[in-house]
């Protein structure tokens, strides 16, 4: 009964008409603990930010992100952390636009260009979304890009561009397997016609959710 379940659950992911479905998010909020004070520098609004954070109480952090962003311009690492906070939020615009900022600040952090990326994604803003993560690849040749792959296959996908979304998710898979990834490669071998590689994919897939399930019984 699991197998059929599982199986049901990845074909559905396969044929489905809606939108994308939202890969896992992969970007992890960093923290570290801090005291509040009266009259706040801006490394002490950053440093309650952070706390807050951790506190689970977020629309707090924002406005300590803000202030800390207000009193210091200048501060990527705010900006990042506020874009990393709407990106947990599931905030994607407002995610997307801090990023764009930190990005401005610093357009060497291939961290902040990827989660700028990654956020563009999550809203639908596809060729914005290639455009920014192939230069993330441009500037970072050699580095394990394994998530940024998975994320360029699925905005390739969303445009109809079916083959670079083929080329994304098998680099995507060189770099490590993932059911979404096989999933993803076999819908757009489906949209391709090759429905003999589609099924060979989605079998993986199948597969490999069903290992993840063994480990978690």
């Keep these: 009964m699991r197998h059929v379940l599982l199986s049901s659950l990845v074909i559905a992911t396969l044929l489905a008409i809606a939108p994308l479905a939202n890969a896992e998010e992969w970007i992890e909020l960093p923290g570290s603990g801090g005291a509040q004070s009266n009259t706040q520098s801006p490394s002490d609004a950053f440093h309650q930010a952070t706390q807050l954070?951790?506190?689970?109480?977020?629309?707090?952090?924002?406005?300590?992100?803000?202030?800390?962003?207000?009193?210091?311009?200048?501060?990527?690492?705010?900006?990042?952390?506020?874009?990393?906070l709407y990106q947990r939020m599931r905030r994607w615009g407002d995610a997307a636009t801090t990023a764009e900022k930190a990005f401005r600040l610093d357009g060497r952090n291939?961290?902040?260009?990827?989660?700028w990326g990654h956020a563009l994604l999550r809203e639908g803003r596809y060729p914005e979304t290639i455009w920014v993560l192939e230069g993330l690849l441009r500037l970072n040749s050699g580095a394990s890009m394994h998530e940024v792959y998975y994320d360029l296959a699925e905005a390739c996908y969303a445009m109809k561009?079916?083959?670079?979304?083929?080329?994304?998710?098998?680099?995507?898979?060189?770099?490590?397997?993932?059911?979404e990834g096989h999933a993803l490669?076999?819908?757009?071998?489906?949209?391709?016609?090759?429905k003999d590689k589609a099924m060979g994919e989605l079998q993986k897939a199948v597969s490999l959710y069903e290992s993840v399930d063994d480990q978690l019984r």
């Design 110 to 115: 291939p961290e902040i260009q990827a989660l």
């Design 161 to 179: 561009w079916y083959q670079r979304s083929v080329d994304y998710a098998l680099r995507h898979l060189q770099e490590g397997e993932t059911p």
């Design 185 to 194: 490669l076999a819908r757009s071998y489906l949209a391709m016609g090759y």
């Design 53 to 84: 954070v951790n506190q689970g109480q977020f629309e707090e952090a924002i406005r300590e992100f803000k202030t800390a962003i207000e009193s210091d311009p200048g501060n990527t690492e705010a900006y990042y952390r506020l874009a990393l």
